[in-house]
C-alpha cells in the first residue's frame, strides 16, 4: 500500500483523542509553574530580601501568564475544530500529535523568555515557536474541513477562516522581528496576540436565511 | 461583533472541561510533593543524620498537607458549581481557565512558604494567592449562578451563598496579616479556613415545603 | 448542622472522581521516573565509565520498579472498590482525597530509599508509608462497604475481607522492622507483599447457591 | 486458587483502563520536555552566546522528537489493540501495566542519549529501551488476540501480524548494535523504525469474499 494513503484510512471514535489532548493540554498548562523557582536567601527570615528577589522573579511571571492564555486559547479552539469532525483518520491523529509535539514544547521557551527577557533571542524564539503552534493548528484545522467535516456542519464554514487564522502568524512574527528592537514591543505584541480568536470564530449566515438561533448555538 | 458578547455566545458540553480541569487539580495536588527534596546527607548509611534532616522538613510537609486539602476543597466545590451549569459558554471557559491558571499557580506559593516557613512575606504570600484564588473561584460561581444555571435548580440555591463565600476570603486574609505578627497563628488559619464549605452548600429549603429528600440527594 | 453528618450528605457520580483519581495514579507512577537523573560523566564518551555509574543507580531502578507495582496494584483495587459504590457522598470524597494525598507522597520515600539504600531509616520509612496506604485504603474499602454498597453486589461481599487486607500491613511492617537488621530482607518483604490482593478478592460463593458464572464476571 | 489462574479472572470496563493509560502516555510525552534546561549564560543579553548554546543541545532536541514520535506511535497502536479487546481481565491489566511501567521509563533514556550522543552506551541503551518496550506491546497485543478478541473481529486479524511486529524489535537491536560503530546510524535507524506501523495495519481481507468498506471503517 502507498504510504501516503493509509493516512486516510481508520475512523477512530474522537472521546480517547480528546482524552490524550486535554492531558497534555493540563498538563503543559501546569507545568509551566516549575519554572518559577523558589528564590535562594541568605537571610531565610528577611521580608525585605525575598520581596526584592520576587520582584526579580517578574519577567518569569509574565512569560508565564502569557503562556498560560496561549495554550488555554489553543485548548478552547482545538476543542472547537474537534467539534467540527465527524470522526478521526491516522492522518488527523498524527497531525494532531504534532501539534501537541509543539505544544508540550511550550515551557521550554517560556522558560527561556522568562530567564532572558532582555536577550533579542530568548524574546523572539518565544515568538517563532508560537507562529508555529499557530501553523501546525492551521493545517489540522484544514485537513478537518477537507476531509472529515461533519455534513451538517459544512456550511456554517467561513470559506475563509483558514485565511483569517494567518492573523495570528503574522502577529506572532512581527513580534518575532520587533524583539531585536525593543523586547517590551514584543511582549505586547505576545499578550495581544491572542485575543484574535480568543473565543472561535462564529458559524457563517448562510445567504438568503441566516442562521438560526440553535445553530448558533449548537452544541459542540 | 463588540468583544464582550461575544464571551455570551457556545454552548459546549461540560465533559472536556471538566476533563481539562480534573487534569489540571490532579497535577497540581500531584506535583506539590516534588518540592519534598531528599536531604543531602554525609554519611549516607546514618539513620540518626537522616533523622535530623527530616525533621527540619517538617514546615514542607506541612505546607503540603495545608495545600493539598485547599485544593481538593476547591476540587470538590468545582465539582459541584459545574454540576449546577446548564452548559458552558465561551465567559464560563475563560473564566475557568484564569481559575485553574492560580490552581496552578498553588504550588510555588506552597514551596515558599514550605522553604521560609519563618519568613513573614513568604508565609503572608501563601494566604495572598489562596485568597485570590477563592475569589476567583467566586466570580465564577456568581457567573454560573446568573447566567448558565439549570432552571430545576435555580430555586434551591441560597441567595446569600456568595456572600458566604467570602468567608474563606477574609479568613485567608487575616491569616495574611497575622503572619507579621505569629506565622504560627497564619498557619493555623490557613488549616481552619478550608474547614468552612469543607463540603459544598446543601440546597436551601424553599418556603412553604423544604427540600424533599430526593432533592437533597439530586445527582451532581 | 453537626460537622460530621454533612459528610453523609451528596449524591456524587463515579465518573468524576474516577478522572480526577486515575490522574493522581498516572501522575504519580510517572513521576517515580524523574528521581533516576541521567549520571555526571567526565567523560562524556565513555562507556564504561557510563556503565559503572548506571550499575550504582541499580538501587533506584529497583526502588522505582517497587513503587510501580505497588501504586499499580492501588489503582486496580481502587478501580474494584469504587466498582462496588452506588454512588459517593462527601465522606467517600475525602476519604478518598486523603489516600490519594498519600499515593502522591510515595515519590518522596522511594527517591529516599533509591538513595540511601543502606540507610535503615531510608528503607525503613517506605514500609511506613506503604503501610499507612493501604490502610488508608481499608478505610474506604470499609466506608463503601459500610455506607455505599450497590444492594445487588453486598451478599457477594467475603465478611472476612477488611481483616484479611491488614496482611498487606503487617507485612510492610514487619519490612518495616527488618529494615534495622537486614536492608535487604526489607527490599525482599516489599517486593513480595504487592503479591497479596495483586488482583482485587473474587465475588464470595453464597452459601446454598455458589456465585454463578455471570456473578463471577459481572462488570465492574 | 492457584495463583496464575486468578488473572483470568475479572471482566473490567476498558475505559478506566484507557484513561489511565492515556493519562501516562500524557505525561509521557509532556516530561520529556523537561530535559530540555535553558543554558546559563555569562552574559544575559547575548544573543549570540545564547544561539551557541542552543546549536549544542540539538542532539537534545533530536531525542525529545524521535521519543515524542516513538511514544506516539505506542499511544495509536495500544488503541488500536485495546479497540480489538471485548473486555479486560485482570492479566491484561497487569500486562498493560508492564507496558506502561517501560512507557513510563522511556524520559530516561531519551535524556541520557541527549546529555551524551556520542557515547556508544548511551546510544545503544536507547533502542534497548524501545525493542523491549516494542516486545511488552507485543505480548499485550497477543494476549488480547488470544483470550479477549471480540468475536466479530477475529476473522479480521492477520494471522502474521505478531510474527510482524518483530520487524521492530529487531529494527531497534540493529540500532542498539550500529551505536558502536556510528552513533549516527543508530539515530538513524531509530528515526526510521517508527515508521513501521506508524498506523495500525489494517484488517485482512477475508477469502472468499474480502472486507467490506464498512468493516475498513469499523470504529474501533
Given at each position: 500500500m502507498h504510504f501516503l494513503t493509509r493516512f486516510k484510512r481508520g475512523e477512530l471514535r474522537l472521546n480517547r483523542i480528546e482524552a490524550f489532548s486535554d492531558g497534555v493540554f493540563a498538563i503543559v498548562v501546569t507545568l509551566l509553574?516549575?519554572?518559577l523557582k523558589v528564590p535562594q536567601l541568605?537571610?531565610?527570615?528577611s521580608a525585605s530580601e525575598l520581596g526584592e528577589q520576587l520582584l526579580e522573579l517578574l519577567p518569569k511571571f509574565l512569560s508565564w501568564l502569557i503562556s498560560f492564555i496561549i495554550v488555554c486559547k489553543f485548548w478552547l479552539n482545538h476543542h472547537h475544530i474537534l467539534g467540527l469532525a465527524h470522526h478521526a483518520n491516522y492522518g488527523m491523529v498524527w497531525l494532531n500529535a504534532i501539534f501537541l509535539m509543539f505544544q508540550s514544547f511550550v515551557p521550554f521557551p517560556t522558560a527561556m523568555m522568562g530567564e532572558y527577557p532582555s536577550n533579542p533571542l530568548a524574546v523572539s524564539m518565544f515568538g517563532v515557536v508560537m507562529a508555529f503552534n499557530t501553523l501546525l493548528f492551521i493545517v489540522l484545522h484544514a485537513y478537518i474541513l477537507r476531509n472529515l467535516i461533519k455534513p451538517e456542519l459544512a456550511d456554517q464554514q467561513d470559506p475563509r477562516i483558514i485565511l483569517k487564522s494567518f492573523v495570528g502568524v503574522v502577529s506572532y512574527s512581527i513580534g518575532v522581528a520587533a524583539a531585536w528592537f525593543s523586547v517590551h514591543v514584543a511582549f505586547l505584541l505576545y499578550m495581544l496576540t491572542?485575543?484574535?480568536f480568543i473565543v472561535p470564530p462564529p458559524p457563517r449566515r448562510v445567504a438568503g436565511g441566516g442562521v438560526s438561533d440553535a445553530a448558533e448555538t449548537t452544541r459542540l
Open positions: 509553574v516549575l519554572e541568605h537571610d531565610h527570615a491572542p485575543l484574535f
